[in-house]
């Protein structure tokens, strides 16, 4: 039988990742998927994972030198036998009702691409917890684009993404190798007058970074790549790209501000530390966890510096 969907997931060096996404996908309440390994040049290979579900799962293992996740994802594409295209990272499980949701909205709002939100699982770590409050957080860089009342307007992100293969065969897939592809390519979707929305309940669980250097490094190319994608569609950089940079900079004039007025470093004192209770009061509402909740300050605080200043040096470089 043909699958209607195609399960896509490049992976570099991460076989324990894909042992676990992988025992995910075999729980689908829907089953009528293929998937597809693409090893991006890995060193470190996922060959005995992916033998290991091959009698759970239609699963199929490409090898290729290593050229980004862009390229990595499009090799996939090219060899998907299903109508629609799924992409996720290596580092989600997937909710066993994932594909019931998709289902239901491509039924009712005949969407051309979709894209989910991500959440943090129990078994993650407390600081990955932390860091995926921050990422989703309306009160950070975080939060999604758009909305399900928004079609057309969404802009997915590859770590939960779905395209039909009309899609990918006017679009061609991804045009950057890495850093804000996922933005590039939603963009141009917009553009080709495709259906894009959000798929509100088809989340997933992703991991982030398991230190807070790592995620420094992460959200530094997120900055980055929203200013490699202002280079080819200027419009879609705006004013509200700039925050976290100005955030860096309001954040050094707190330094300075005693040089230049004890009640001007008093003032902005309490503001930073309202923003900071601000973040933490609401993740521990809606975490229920106090140690998320305090560990989020420091993570939206790498966040904003990571982000701002990934922005900031990408500027001043083009």
């Not at 896509?8 to 597809?36: C, D, G």
């Not at 199929?60 to 090219?78: D, E, I, T, V, W």
């Not at 995926?132 to 939060?143: A, D, E, I, K, P």
């Amino acid at each position: 039988m043909t699958p209607k969907y195609s399960v896509i997931i490049p992976v570099y060096n991460r076989p324990e990742e894909v042992r676990e996404i992988l025992q995910s996908l075999t729980t689908q309440s829907f089953k009528n998927f293929e998937v597809i390994i693409v090893e991006d040049g890995s060193s470190k290979t996922c060959v005995s994972e992916v033998e290991e579900f091959k009698s759970s799962l239609d699963i199929h293992y490409f090898f290729k030198p290593n050229s980004g996740p862009g390229p990595a994802r499009n090799f996939g594409f090219a060899r998907a036998r299903g109508s629609y295209f799924v992409i996720f990272d290596s580092d989600c499980i997937i909710p066993e009702h994932y594909f019931d949701h998709v289902e239901r909205a491509l039924e009712v709002n005949r969407l051309d691409a979709w894209g989910g939100p991500d959440r943090a699982h129990r078994e993650f770590t407390i600081l990955q917890r932390a860091m995926g409050y921050t990422m989703s957080s309306f009160l950070t860089t975080g939060g999604i684009r758009g909305g399900k009342h928004h079609v057309g307007w969404f802009q997915p992100r590859s770590f939960n993404m779905g395209i039909s293969r009309d899609v990918f065969t006017v679009t061609g897939g991804f045009n950057f190798d890495r850093y804000a592809e996922d933005i590039e390519f939603s963009i141009r979707m917009k553009y080709s007058g495709f259906r894009v929305g959000l798929v509100e309940e088809a989340f997933v669980y992703h991991k982030r970074r398991t230190t807070l250097g790592q995620f420094f490094k992460q959200v530094f190319n997120f900055g980055k790549g929203r200013v490699l994608v202002g280079k080819v569609h200027p419009a879609e950089v705006k004013l509200t790209h700039w925050i976290p940079t100005f955030f860096v900079f309001c954040c050094l004039g707190l330094l300075i501000s005693p040089l230049i007025h004890p009640a001007l470093f008093t003032t902005a004192g309490i503001l930073f530390a309202a923003y900071l209770c601000a973040i933490f009061l609401h993740a521990l509402v809606t975490q229920r966890h106090f140690t998320v909740a305090l560990l989020s300050m420091p993570s939206a605080l790498v966040q904003l510096w990571g982000y701002g200043l990934g922005f900031l040096s990408a500027k001043l470089r083009n």
